[in-house]
Every structure is written in structure tokens, then in C-alpha cells.
């Protein structure tokens, strides 16, 4: 398998990311492929020309790229530039740290959502992917580099688990949310 391209977006990037719409646009781009304006308007329920402001936004920050292999004079076809989004740590009250702040608020959001509509569906799965599916928590007590190592060791095991095709028998989308964080009110 192709090693997974990631970004790490700087503040601008972020900032075009922290914008709802552009988040579930690149979504459908990574996960459904290349698709034009119109297409994703009606994927969305948008008109077309907020559609396509949004994609140049993530355009020109360098999230998706024009699919010069599809359409014509009349259709632009849009893909991802990469697989995922990765983003570091931000020093507190920089331009940075807020630009992140938004983004994540708007990614809450966005994982919400799509764990609520996976709990909606979860009793129509076959019953080999009902065995799939948790919702589960831990409360660890680390220090700052257990806690890192942690994360970092998550992050290489699902990476390392990324192996089917969506054309192989028994192949399904899967989706981790990843949320790694101090307890709130708890690190001073």
C-alpha cells in the first residue's frame, strides 16, 4: 500500500479548514473522489456559487487540486491533495493558537455529527460490522511524554491498518475519531 500524504495546515490553512462546509467538502472529496461544483451543491444542499467559492477556498490553500484527467470547458472536477489533515500544537494567544482553536470547534462538530448518525444506523449493520463498532472512553493518569508516546503509538497502529481496496469483497469504509486530550480543568 501507498504511504497515506498528510498536510499540516499553518494558521491560514486553518483558518479556510475552520469553516464547516469546506471541512465536509474535502471530506466527501477524500473519502467519495473527485467531484465539480454542482455535484457537491447537491451532495450538500447548497446553491453552486457558494459551492465553488468554497472550493476555491480550499483551493488555494492547497487542499484540493483541480482533477485535470476529468470534465471539460463547461465542468471543473475537483480531488483531494491528500488523505488527512494533521495538526500540531499552537503557542497559547498566537494568531496560530486561535486559527486552531476554530478549527477544532468546527471538527467537534463535524465528529458529532457523524457519530450520531453511525449510532442512528448502528442497528441496520450486518451483524460481522455491528461487532465493529464501540464507544468507549479511558481516563489514564500519564505524564506529557507517556501521553504523547501514546498517541503517537495510536497513530502508527491505525496508519499500519489502512489495507483494503474499495473494489475488495467484505471492504468497508471505516472511520476512527481520534480524540486525545488532558481532561478539562485538571492540568494548570
Given amino acids: ?21 469546506r471541512l465536509r ?15 457537491l451543491a447537491a451532495r450538500l444542499g447548497l446553491n453552486t ?23 471539460n470547458a463547461r465542468d471543473r472536477w475537483w480531488r483531494a491533495a491528500h488523505q488527512s489533515t494533521h495538526t500540531g500544537a499552537a503557542t497559547a494567544g498566537s ?5 486552531h482553536d476554530a478549527y477544532s470547534q468546527a471538527l467537534a ?13 448502528r442497528t441496520s449493520l450486518p451483524e460481522e460490522w455491528l461487532r465493529t463498532t464501540t464507544i468507549s472512553d479511558w481516563n489514564l493518569k500519564l505524564d506529557a511524554t507517556r501521553a ?5 503509538a495510536l497513530f502508527e497502529l491505525i496508519e499500519s491498518a489502512d489495507e483494503g481496496d474499495a473494489g475488495d469483497a467484505g471492504v468497508g469504509d471505516y472511520v476512527i475519531q481520534l480524540a486525545t ?8
Avoid: C, W
Avoid at 181 to 188: A, C
Fill in 1 to 21: 500500500m501507498d504511504e497515506r500524504t498528510v498536510v499540516t495546515p499553518d494558521a491560514s490553512g486553518l483558518k479556510a479548514l475552520g469553516h464547516p462546509v
Fill in 95 to 99: 494568531e496560530e493558537a486561535e486559527a
Fill in 25 to 39: 467538502m474535502l471530506g466527501l472529496l477524500r473519502i467519495e473522489g473527485p467531484a465539480t461544483a454542482t455535484t
Fill in 148 to 152: 504523547r508516546r501514546l498517541m503517537e
Fill in 109 to 121: 462538530v463535524f465528529y458529532s455529527e457523524q457519530l450520531h448518525n453511525a449510532v442512528a444506523e
Fill in 181 to 188: 486530550f488532558p481532561r478539562p480543568g485538571t492540568i494548570s
Fill in 49 to 71: 456559487g457558494a459551492t465553488s467559492y468554497h472550493l476555491r477556498q480550499l483551493a488555494q490553500h492547497g487542499f484540493i487540486v483541480e482533477d485535470a484527467e476529468r470534465g
